[in-house]
Nanobody, 119 residues
């Protein structure tokens, strides 16, 4: 399993932007798919964005399409989640996760970072 460390969460106002970072312990991530999940208070954790490292293919959950962007930096072994036009309903703990591209279940997780959006 790869070790993941998130950073960049915080308290912002509606309409603001934040960028989350996820640094991986492995320098070569070409065999991985990286995902960002979030868990709002009292709700299930859900996948909101992912990127296949080798191809750059991305996925976005409908509620974040057009506002969030996932990207990767191979030199830094880091994946980012740029979050724009934040809404109070984006308030959640955000988790970075990784899985081998041929698997469907994510098996490496970061510790999570809190994002709170005030109205």
């Amino acid at each position: 399993q790869v070790q993941l460390v998130e950073s960049g969460g915080g308290l912002v106002q509606a309409g603001d932007s934040l960028r989350l970072s996820c640094s991986a312990s492995e320098r070569t991530l070409s065999s991985y798919r990286m995902g960002w999940f979030r868990q709002p208070p009292g709700k299930e954790r859900e996948l909101i964005a992912s990127v296949t490292w080798s191809s750059g293919q991305t996925y976005y959950e409908d509620s974040v399409k057009g506002r969030f962007a996932i990207s990767r930096d191979a030199a830094k072994a880091t994946v980012y989640l740029q979050m724009n036009s934040l809404k109070p309903e984006d308030t959640a703990v955000y988790y970075c996760a990784a899985t081998f591209v041929f698997r469907t279940t994510y098996d490496s997780w970061g510790q999570g970072t809190q994002v709170t959006v005030s109205a």
